[in-house]
Nanobody, 120 residues
Framework: QVHLVESGGGLVQPGGSLRLSCAAS????????MGWYRQAPGKQRELAAR???????TYADSIEGRFTISRDNPKNTVYLQINSLVPEDTGLYYC??????????????WGQGTQVTVSS
């Protein structure tokens, strides 16, 4: 059994900051890429940021330098620092991890999502 547990979402005023966390646990042999997708109300889920096991990062063009993704490999945890929040950042933020799990073929695993709401 593998779990991805997100935390750190909430209600924030425009211009504020949040730090999302996602911890993976279970019979994990190896974690490759970890990342965050987000889904705004009425829109499709889109990639926000991802980071490889070696630390290479990719960000969506719309992020405009306001997001920073990082990971703590010994803790199997990925973080997303979000600064200068705008209402358009509102949505569900989903963590994912491409993992090799004991007795399972390697694949992507997903968290349940954490809500980020940017409003005054």
């Amino acid at each position: 059994q593998v779990h991805l547990v997100e935390s750190g979402g909430g209600l924030v005023q425009p211009g504020g900051s949040l730090r999302l966390s996602c911890a993976a646990s279970g019979n994990i042999i190896m974690i490759d890429t970890m990342g965050w997708y987000r889904q705004a109300p009425g829109k499709q889920r889109e990639l926000a940021a991802r980071i490889t096991g070696g630390g290479a990062t990719t960000y969506a063009d719309s992020i405009e330098g306001r997001f920073t993704i990082s990971r703590d490999n010994p803790k199997n945890t990925v973080y997303l620092q979000i600064n200068s929040l705008v209402p358009e950042d509102t949505g569900l933020y989903y963590c994912y991890a491409r993992m090799l799990v004991r007795n399972q073929p390697g694949r992507d695993y997903w968290g349940q999502g954490t809500q980020v709401t940017v409003s005054s």
